[in-house]
């Protein structure tokens, strides 16, 4: 079975510019989890959908926004990127999402705004 | 709010050693506790546990939960090298997982 999957792995951005990252989960999982890893401040839970709806949100600012489509993708899109936007964006994926148990992680996407 | 800590933040021992995490926790709807080892890249599942008191193994790795004292423990017994990595403690509340730092453990040869 394949895992996640994370388009692309490596990003270089401008600050000011907008970024959409990429997720496929493990097939007939139907949930998906967004995570912001920085060095200072570890994991932190960006949001999670299930069945196209976003069940839960992080503590970001607007300008991080996602969506989940029918087949389970899932996008994250940054606008106006920030230099502290630079991170390891790791997507997980589960059955039926938190309230069901683990979640199984994508390989991740290094974002690096300059 | 919720939170979690783990301790200790790092540890150093040698091969064979064994090793015990501790990760204490308080989250709002709790439905489960996530034990996850992460190298250099994305984490890796271990251990889910929902019960108090029922002990997961796996090889030389153990956990237990507590949901009335609300903490859990992982153990690693004969550590190896290649156990080296961050262990994440993930308690899961109502549609979101909350992440420690983690323990840092470095196991020498």
């Known amino acids: 079975k394949a895992g996640v999957t994370q388009t692309p792995r490596y990003l270089i951005k401008t600050r000011g510019q907008q970024v959409t990252l990429s997720c496929s989960p493990i097939?007939?999982?139907?949930?998906v989890s967004w995570y912001q890893q920085t060095p200072g401040q570890g994991l932190q839970f960006l949001f999670e959908?299930?069945?196209?709806?976003?069940?839960n949100k992080g503590n970001f600012p607007g300008r991080f926004s996602g969506r989940q489509f029918s087949n389970s993708r899932s996008e994250m899109n940054v606008s106006t990127l920030e230099l502290g936007d630079s991170a390891l964006y790791l997507c997980?994926?589960?059955?039926?999402?938190?309230?069901?148990?683990?979640?199984?992680f994508g390989p991740g996407t290094r974002l690096t705004v300059t | 709010e919720d939170k979690v800590v783990q301790s200790p933040l790092s540890l150093v021992v040698h091969e064979g050693d064994t090793v015990t995490l501790n990760c204490s926790y308080e989250v709002t709807n709790f439905r489960s506790l996530l034990w996850y080892k992460q190298e250099k890249k994305a984490p890796t599942f271990l251990f889910m546990l929902t019960s108090s008191g029922i002990e997961k193994k796996s090889g030389r790795l153990s956990s237990i939960l507590d949901k009335k004292e609300l903490f859990s423990i992982l153990n690693i017994t004969a550590t190896q090298t290649g156990d080296s990595a961050v262990y994440l403690c993930?308690?899961?509340?109502?549609?979101?997982?909350?992440f420690g730092t983690g323990t840092r453990l470095k196991v020498l040869a």
């Open positions: 959908y299930f069945s196209e709806t976003q069940r």
């Open positions: 993930v308690p899961s509340g109502t549609y979101k997982y909350i």
């Open positions: 097939s007939g999982h139907r949930s």
């Open positions: 997980a994926s589960s059955l039926a999402g938190s309230q069901r148990g683990e979640q199984y």
